[in-house]
């Protein structure tokens, strides 16, 4: 009765060498065999089971073809005397570099254990590709959404102040401060400023002498549009003053003080820097609706504010958004 297969199974960590390519045995050598699927090598001497046969073996415990398996294992069996000895190089498999060695009387018995070992191999690979494939399955279905952005308040208040640089209004270039108050409900901006004109004096043609100093302060209204999810804003505003001037170059001329009045629009950009913190940026155009005119005592004009100016201003806005 042929002998039960002793499997001894030894652990060698050496590198994995490359496969060798099967040759021919010279007559009364044995004969090296080459199974048909590259991944898979048998070497044995003749007498044992081709490759086409272990295949076969593998494939009926299997249950499928090994075509649809990526596998790298090599077999060598090599005849001592009356045994058979089998080197099977799963390393490429596994993690550690797993090498097992068979013996046994037959070659068939040594077929049918690889034909086992190699079957476990397969069958946990195949495992491991469904399970990649089923997640790979839930990832592509699995739809992140989007944080939902935060509900925007119904009312915001915050200050700005700022600087502000216009034509039209004050003669030459004039700079500004200004400092507002801002509500906002839902979409509507209402906004409170009051602003500071510096100083600037007025000539009768460049080179002359300065002839009266205008001062001007304002307030104004602005309504508008203002949404909470957008940095943008743009309004309609109406502003009040006074213009006063003084000479000192025209002894006993005294300039009047008058009304300022103006009507116009504006948008501007707010970039928001923290959470309570915005850099606000805007233009603004006035028509002048009541502009002061001042004339020296025989009724020249020395200096009367533009129909039309135009501002530009940037500042720093504390409060909600």
Not at 69 to 85: F, M, N
Not at 221 to 226: A, E, K, M, N, P
Request: glycine letters at 8%; charged letters at 20%.
């Amino acid at each position: 009765m042929r002998s039960f297969v002793l499997v001894v199974v030894t652990v060698a960590a050496i590198a994995p060498a490359a496969a060798q390519p099967a040759t021919p045995a010279s007559p009364g050598s044995s004969v090296a065999m080459a199974d048909p699927t590259p991944t898979l090598q048998w070497n044995a001497p003749p007498g044992c089971p081709d490759a086409a046969d272990l295949r076969a073996r593998i494939e009926r415990r299997l249950e499928r073809s090994l075509d649809d398996v990526v596998l790298g294992i090599e077999v060598d069996v090599a005849q001592k005397g009356s045994r058979y000895i089998a080197r099977v190089d799963l390393r490429a498999m596994t993690v550690a570099n797993d090498v097992r060695t068979l013996t046994s009387t037959h070659c068939d018995e040594i077929a049918d254990a690889v034909a086992v070992i190699v079957t476990r191999v397969a069958s946990d690979a195949i495992a491991r590709k469904r399970t990649a494939v089923r997640e790979q399955d839930v990832n592509e279905k699995i739809i992140v959404e989007p944080e939902p952005r935060p509900t925007p308040r119904m009312w915001s208040v915050g200050g700005r102040l700022g600087a502000v640089s216009g034509i039209g209004v004050i003669p030459k270039v004039g700079v500004a401060a200004e400092l507002a108050i801002t509500v906002r409900r839902d979409e509507l901006m209402v906004e409170v400023a009051g602003t500071r004109w510096l100083d600037s004096y007025a000539q009768f043609h460049d080179g002359a002498p300065a002839v009266v100093n205008v001062f001007l302060d304002t307030a104004a209204t602005r309504v508008g549009w203002r949404p909470a999810r957008l940095p943008l804003r743009a309004w309609a505003a109406i502003e009040f003053g006074m213009m006063d001037g003084n000479s000192t170059k025209l002894p006993g001329e005294q300039f009047d003080s008058g009304r300022w009045i103006a009507a116009g629009a504006g948008f501007g950009v707010a970039w928001q820097i923290t959470k309570w913190l915005r850099l606000v940026g805007s233009n603004e155009t006035m028509l002048a609706i009541d502009r002061m005119r001042f004339r020296t005592g025989d009724g020249l004009v020395v200096y009367a504010p533009a129909p039309m100016s135009f501002r530009a201003s940037a500042g720093i806005e504390v409060g909600w958004q």
